[in-house]
């Protein structure tokens, strides 16, 4: 099975996760990509879905599914999103698509966060991945200055992209993340840092690896 073959294989699977009736949290991506082409199978069964991006939104609405407010939510039983890198303990790099942000926000309204991504995701150790870092654009020298300073690494500007948010992204290179939710926390902690991709201090419930042979489950 192609990469895209395991992420399409992973995206059918989220669809035993989702029941009649419930509002579903959408993340970004092309694994949740196809976890919105397969969803539009069950859009009669659903009440809609909260989006965690413009992308997203585009997307569930091609497919006749509800995008809804997440104010007008008041429980959000699941959320499927994809990951740039997964650990053993379901603690995640994000944002590779850029929206952290608002995956951030709509996986910590879900009860349960399905991650799904292929084989090649799960890693012993966080941090090869450059780890996203949404910043206010003012703030941007003053937060690259501070992170080189507080954490190491090598922050860098990407490249004519900004966010659903109207911000800017610094992945910040080369870092071995050992601790990852003290990473999380003083990330946070800097002024000008609108979110950062690290997702453990909530991290997933569920993982669904697609591989050559199937999908697995990890928890
Ligand atoms: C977007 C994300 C994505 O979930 C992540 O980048 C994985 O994407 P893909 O499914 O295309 O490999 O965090 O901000």
Do not use: W
């Amino acid at each position: 099975m192609s990469a895209d073959e395991q992420k399409r294989a992973v995206g059918r699977a989220a669809l035993d996760y989702v029941k009649p009736g419930m509002v579903v949290g959408v993340g970004t991506g092309s694994t949740v990509n196809h976890f919105i082409d397969a969803l539009a199978e069950r859009r009669d069964d659903i009440a809609g879905a909260v989006s965690s991006s413009e992308a997203s939104s585009a997307r569930l609405r091609q497919h006749g599914i509800e995008v809804l407010d997440l104010n007008s939510v008041s429980d959000l039983p699941i959320y499927v999103d994809g990951a740039d890198e997964a650990n053993r303990f379901l603690q995640l790099i994000k944002g590779g698509g850029g929206a952290l942000t608002r995956e951030k926000i709509v996986a910590s309204a879900s009860r349960t966060f399905v991650c799904i991504a292929d084989e090649s995701k799960l890693v012993p150790a966080l941090g090869s991945f450059p780890l996203p870092v949404e910043v206010i654009p003012m703030a941007r020298g003053l937060v690259a200055r501070q992170i080189t300073k507080r954490i190491g690494g090598r922050p860098v500007l990407r490249q004519s992209f900004t966010t659903d948010n109207g911000n800017i992204i610094l992945d910040i290179h080369d870092l071995q993340i050992m601790e990852p939710i003290k990473l999380e926390s003083t990330l946070n902690d800097i002024p000008g840092v609108v979110c950062n991709g690290l997702f453990a201090m909530r991290p997933a419930d569920v993982l669904l690896l697609g591989g050559s042979e199937g999908v697995k489950t990890v928890t």
